[in-house]
């Protein structure tokens, strides 16, 4: 999808009606999966997006973008539905309205079929060392798609890792599993609290439902809880922060998490990254990525090898 900003300055009366009039200043970002993409690839990451557009002018803008940002579109489908794409206005960096334009209904079986089948190519062609899973719940990632590709994964020896608790069943043996504290509660019907026991007790009810590797539960101010293959289970705490803006910060956990648990094998000092890089980007007004300078300065003052 795409992320558009309208900025502006409201500080005088219309002419037309007693109303404030400001004038505005586009920007165009990538956003969902894309923001995930983004992510990658800035921490130098060769990042394929396996994923839908419309064939419409806002398809060829996000292909442009991410062309732009070195991310292969070769698996990218045309589709006969809208390009999704949000709009957000804000005065003095201050969201005012957020306006959806997109068709969230699932794929027909033809369209599914040819996304599977692009994934599967990808898979085999590129060799991945990790896919990650992200729809925002979009119409793109049904049940059988996401089984039929975690099972491949599993086959072919390639991580998986995500976070769509709408679907949550389908996830069944994935690697790493990563809702956020709200979704989790939704989920499960359930008044989780933020702290340890409370927690612990959470990844053991999605494992009875998933058998998966490793549970990431993202707290908001209170940090990261991860539970990991071994049975280690800590809560990673949030560094203070001039909080700007929240939106994406879980595109750019989940990406941080899924890269260096890839290369390390090591649940915990990943998630000690993922979680110092979702509170960077939360210091910027709207959805950025991590910058990768930012986060190794980060990673030197408060992680300890």
Same mark, same amino acid.
């Given at each position: 999808m795409l992320? $558009?900003?309208?900025?502006? $300055?409201?500080?005088?009366?219309?002419?037309?009606?007693?109303?404030?009039?400001?004038? /505005?200043?586009?920007?165009?970002?990538?956003?969902?999966?894309?923001?995930?993409?983004?992510n990658c690839r800035e921490m130098g990451a060769e990042v394929h997006l396996l994923s839908v557009?419309?064939?419409?002018?806002?398809? $060829?803008?996000?292909?442009?973008?991410?062309?732009?940002?070195?991310?292969?579109?070769?698996?990218?489908i045309e589709v006969n539905r809208p390009t999704t794409i949000k709009t957000r206005i804000l005065a003095k960096n201050q969201q005012l309205l957020r306006v959806d334009e997109e068709v969230t209904d699932d794929l027909n079986t033809a369209d599914q079929h040819h996304f599977i089948d692009s994934c599967m190519r990808a898979i085999q062609i590129e060799a991945p060392d990790v896919?990650? /899973?992200?729809?925002?719940?979009k119409g793109l990632l049904d049940a059988n798609t996401i089984e039929k590709l975690i099972n491949h994964c599993r086959t072919v020896g390639v991580l998986t890792s995500g976070s769509e608790i709408q679907k949550l069943f389908a996830y069944s043996r994935c690697d790493i599993f990563k809702p956020n504290l709200k979704e989790i509660r939704e989920a499960l019907n359930s008044s989780i609290l933020p702290e340890l026991q409370s927690l612990r007790q959470t990844h053991k009810l999605l494992f009875d439902k998933l058998q998966h590797q490793i549970t990431l539960i993202t707290l908001s101010e209170k940090g990261i809880f991860i539970q990991d293959q071994e049975g280690t289970s800590t809560i990673i705490p949030a /560094?203070?922060?001039?909080?700007?803006?929240?939106?994406?910060?879980?595109?750019?956990?989940?990406?941080?998490? *899924?890269?260096?648990?890839?290369?390390?094998?090591?649940? /915990?000092? *990943?998630? $000690?990254?993922?979680?110092?890089?979702?509170?960077?980007?939360?210091?910027?007004?709207?959805?950025?990525?991590?910058?990768?300078?930012?986060l190794r300065k980060e990673c030197i003052k408060f992680i300890k090898i």
């Open positions: 992320d $558009q900003y309208w900025y502006g $300055q409201i500080d005088r009366i219309s002419p037309e009606a007693p109303y404030r009039r400001s004038d /505005f200043k586009k920007d165009i970002r990538l956003g969902g999966a894309a923001n995930v993409a983004i557009c419309g064939k419409d002018t806002d398809g $060829q803008i996000l292909k442009k973008l991410c062309l732009d940002h070195g991310i292969s579109t070769e698996f990218l896919l990650i /899973f992200e729809d925002y719940n /560094f203070p922060r001039k909080i700007a803006d929240v939106s994406g910060a879980g595109d750019t956990v989940i990406s941080v998490m *899924s890269l260096f648990y890839a290369v390390s094998s090591n649940g /915990f000092f *990943s998630a $000690q990254i993922a979680n110092l890089a979702g509170g960077l980007v939360c210091e910027e007004v709207g959805v950025v990525p991590i910058n990768k300078k930012a």
